[in-house]
């Protein structure tokens, strides 16, 4: 019972990222996506979009990278990929984001969550290269489909957007 104690404590937990404002709005633009809606996006592209990654990949290791990578943003927050200064102590607020929130699960849990978010980070694998290819095109596609409104909203310019993609 320990470990469905610990189970259902994260499941509670990661709740919480439904309440983390994303910089995107959505292609009604109405409002502005939050975390959960983002990934739950990025899995539904994984499962369609597997067929262009450059290399063969396991989409369900790409599903549960897409579904688990912006847990830490609970404990970090959304760092938008334009801010200079957040992005400068995006990776330390985040290790430590990860390690209380992915030890809250069972040891064996938290250590395939610990894997598979540096698996995401380090972009080395055909996997996490293409989780990171969805990553950057969402937002992209939710811009485009509001005519820049994100941008617009924190002028962002053409160069700046071409740099990160």
């Not at 262009?52 to 790409?62: F, G, H, R, T």
């Not at 990578?69 to 290790?95: C, F, M, P, S, W």
């Not at 055909?126 to 820049?148: C, H, M, W, Y």
Request: with cysteine.
């Amino acid at each position: 019972m320990e470990r469905l104690k610990k189970q259902m404590e994260f499941i509670i937990e990661v709740d919480k990222l439904k309440d983390i404002i994303r910089q995107t709005n959505l292609t009604n633009g109405e409002r502005k996506e939050n975390d959960a809606e983002h990934s739950w996006h990025l899995a539904l592209m994984a499962v369609f979009l597997s067929e262009y990654a450059k290399e063969p990949v396991d989409v369900l290791q790409v599903i549960k990278m897409v579904l688990i990578h912006d847990l830490v943003e609970i404990d970090a927050g959304d760092t938008y990929l334009y801010d200079e200064a957040g992005n400068g102590t995006k990776a330390a607020r985040e290790q430590k984001a990860a390690e209380r929130i992915f030890n809250i699960l069972p040891g064996d849990q938290a250590e395939e969550l610990f894997q598979l978010w540096q698996e995401f980070e380090d972009r080395k694998t055909p996997e996490s290269k293409f989780a990171n290819t969805l990553d950057r095109i969402q937002p992209v596609l939710l811009n485009d489909a509001t005519e820049g409104r994100a941008w617009r909203e924190h002028d962002v310019c053409i160069d700046q957007i071409m740099s990160k993609k």
